[in-house]
RNA sequence: GCACCCGUAGUUCAGCUGGAUAGAAUACUAGACUACGAAUCUAGGGGUCGGAGGUUCGAAUCCUUCCGGGUGCGCCA
């Protein structure tokens, strides 16, 4: 992709086949290069990108760039003005809907102008031309400039802009992200034990950032990293053998999970008689060790034999999430390495000898001491991530490294992060753990002891209770398929939904009742809305309402533009579109804060404004054919913008439910 | 003992790099369907933003300190 001279970081050129001409000029002004102002400015380069592709931000920012530059230069100040982007960026949605469409705090920028905040303010408001493309209102509250944006001129972008997706597809074509190869770990299951709704969490999570920052323009490689190693796969080998069961025909990597907390419940009953008798047992089971580490004989034929029952299982589940990865590692392929990464940084002097082990001493940056090989000559878990990262940044050339892991192993990736900078990575710094919180039960804590811990297989056995009852609606009078399809949908969205709607620092209540509730901020709210959006294309396509949305044409945009510039916009509408015109921005900073949440809060609060907007104005039954047209593009928008965000979280809504 | 995370309406949560009168959902109360599918919408009450200081034009947001809850802290993973 070529350079466009003179517009410092932002590369134009490349989005010639998606934006108009037109559109050009408007982003060259805004971004300073046909404005003598600041063009030596550094812009932040992330959050411009998709400021870039909201013309409706910028356009308004240009005009006020241009009302800025005439009170400016009355003054006798020609230097050290805002650029538009940055008066785009700093430009606030007003609280309430009655005030405008923008609020520009003018104490941002009156400190280079040595003038006060509420004089710039109405003034601005005064010398704005209220006849230019974008703005159609501007008045002075205080500090505050409100704007009011020229809704004709902005239905007629965004609208087709969004129905066609073209503002979406444009989100990858980012040059800033495009050279920096991410890769993100999550998943991370350990073979032959349970899968609960924890691991659920750690599956949403990671899958819906994977999928942000794709969407962001990353190239990204989605890895898994599995426990297949260790003496917990020891210990349920040994209680196998002991108790002399077999695995049943089916879900035998569940069964696995079962067989590992009967061995520790065994383990800990047999441990209370004598001390003798707990020794003999930590004999065992260290012999059940020897014997898969020796890679012969029964014990390790055993092992490979229900290592593979439990990858099949967690193979089922994934397909159920729909989730894919480009690569999974396995602890046990990295064991070897992380003997030689000891050897190697203990000469090169990060490492070093205490009480017969070797560790990194992080004492100095108040980390403790990370263990990385035991007195036995055993490598730890720490170890083997160490040897792990060193391959993601020596074969697979990473730039930032993330790794979705819940957060009782902060201190632990603190260590690591910190070791591998010690050890000399300089990729140490672009390493991130996202760390999440438990997932709870309504009544408290989930623990294995109190028996209330909630496993995949529950968790789906519940859902599949609440499939049958969907499914009972519409027997008869759907095909077959698509009502087990729907149902399906629904309760894999209602998972998602709920898992990623809040914070992912805080624990998350697990409430399957809730969730499937179809009320309120649910995930299936979601869908119901944009199922809406389906059913009123449908009918207009029965009606011959035959609508092109799948390209934005020049004709289309004139259409919408002539509408509404016969009739009203009316505040639902115009509230609605708001909430479609900022989803770039919620993507962006969902992806930059590593949150699905703020995504998945943008779209319930824009599926608000849709439901609103759907009791308040007609849409098939608009008598004006152009304002219709231009209802059912607002329709096609909406819904294509709900569909491009439930995608981010991994949902895929149905189309009639 | 030390480190990190959390503390906002009865409950579950929003609140973007500090911005205008702290917002939703749920529950409760009162309304709206000869339907662009009411799995929806409208209205109402409900809050010392854990407490106390500080920083400034301005703090739920930043700093300090205390209280409450959670997690973790060299031979597990």
């Known amino acids: 992709m070529q350079k466009t001279h003179g517009i410092g970081q932002f590369h134009v050129v490349g989005f010639h086949d998606i934006l108009q001409k037109s559109e050009l000029n408007l982003i060259q002004i805004a971004h300073g290069s046909l404005s003598p102002m600041k063009p030596d400015l550094e812009p932040k380069v992330n959050l411009s990108h998709e400021l870039s592709l909201d013309h409706g931000r ?364 010690l050890m000399g990575f300089k990729q140490a710094k672009q390493c991130f753990h996202l760390s999440y919180g438990m997932v709870v039960l309504p009544d408290g804590k989930m623990s294995s002891r109190a028996g209330n811990t909630v496993t995949f297989k529950m968790l789906h056995e519940q859902m599949t209770g609440a499939l049958n009852q969907i499914l009972a609606k519409y027997a008869g009078e759907w095909p077959a398929e698509e009502i087990a399809t729907t149902a399906k949908q629904l309760c894999e969205g209602a998972v998602k939904y709920g898992m990623l709607c809040s914070d992912p620092a805080k624990d998350v209540v697990f409430d399957m009742e809730n969730w499937l509730s179809f009320e309120g901020n649910t995930g299936p709210y979601l869908m119901y809305s944009y199922t809406r959006t389906q059913s009123i294309l449908r009918k207009a396509a029965d009606a011959g309402l035959k609508i092109d949305f799948s390209r934005a044409t020049v004709v289309h945009e004139g259409a919408v533009r002539a509408a509404y510039g016969a009739h009203n916009v009316a505040d639902s509408e115009r509230e609605l579109a708001r909430w479609i015109q900022d989803f770039n921005h919620a993507a962006t900073a969902s992806c930059e804060n590593y949150r699905p949440s703020t995504l998945a809060n943008h779209l319930f609060y824009m599926c608000k404004a849709f439901n609103r907007f759907y009791t308040d104005v007609p849409v098939l039954k608009t008598t004006d054919d152009a304002l219709r047209q231009a209802r059912l593009t607002m329709v096609a928008a909406f819904g294509a913008t709900l569909k491009e965000g439930l995608g981010l979280m991994g949902i895929t809504p149905p189309e009639r439910m």
């Open 58 to 421: 910028l356009g308004v920012a240009g005009d006020v760039v241009a009302a800025l530059v005439k009170l400016a230069a009355a003054g006798g100040i020609t230097e050290g003005l805002p650029t538009a982007v940055e008066i785009a960026r700093w430009m606030e949605r007003p609280p309430e809907t009655h005030l405008g469409d923008y609020a520009l705090p003018c104490f941002r920028f009156v400190k280079s102008m040595k003038r006060k905040p509420d004089e710039v303010a109405r003034e601005l408001g005064n010398l704005i031309d209220t006849k230019s493309s974008w703005i159609a209102a501007a008045t002075s509250a205080g500090p505050f400039l409100n704007i009011t944006v020229n809704q004709p001129r902005l239905m007629s972008w965004l609208l087709p802009a969004a129905a066609s997706g073209n503002i979406f597809k444009s989100m990858s074509l980012n040059e800033a992200t495009a050279n920096t190869r991410v890769m993100i770990e999550y998943s991370q299951p350990n073979t032959h034990k349970e899968f609960h709704v924890g691991h659920v969490r750690n599956i949403c999570l990671g899958s819906s950032l994977v999928n942000l920052f794709r969407y962001s323009g990353y190239p990204v490689i989605a890895v898994n990293y599995i426990g297949d190693e260790g003496t917990h796969i020891a210990k349920c080998l040994w209680h196998i053998k002991r108790a002399g069961v077999t695995a049943p025909a089916t879900k035998k990597g569940e069964w696995l999970g079962e067989m590992y907390v009967e061995a520790t419940r065994a383990l800990e009953a047999a441990a209370s008689v004598s001390p003798d008798a707990k020794a003999k047992i930590d004999g065992e089971i260290s012999a059940v060790l020897r014997g898969i580490e020796s890679k012969t004989g029964t014990d390790y034929n055993l092992w490979c034999e229900t290592r593979q029952w439990s990858l099949d299982d967690f193979d089922s589940v994934y397909d159920w999430f729909h989730v894919k990865f480009d690569r999974v590692f396995f602890e046990s392929e990295v064991s070897e390495e992380s003997q030689e990464i000891v050897e190697k940084y203990l000469q090169s002097g990060a490492f070093v000898e205490s009480d017969g082990a070797i560790g990194a001493d992080l004492k100095p940056y108040k980390l403790g001491f990370m263990l990385v090989r035991k007195r036995d000559g055993n490598t730890l878990y720490a170890t083997k991530d160490l040897a792990l990262a060193r391959r993601k940044f020596d074969q697979f050339k990473i730039d930032r490294s993330i790794y979705v892991v819940a957060s009782e192993q902060n201190h632990h990736f603190k260590q690591v992060f910190k070791t591998l900078d």
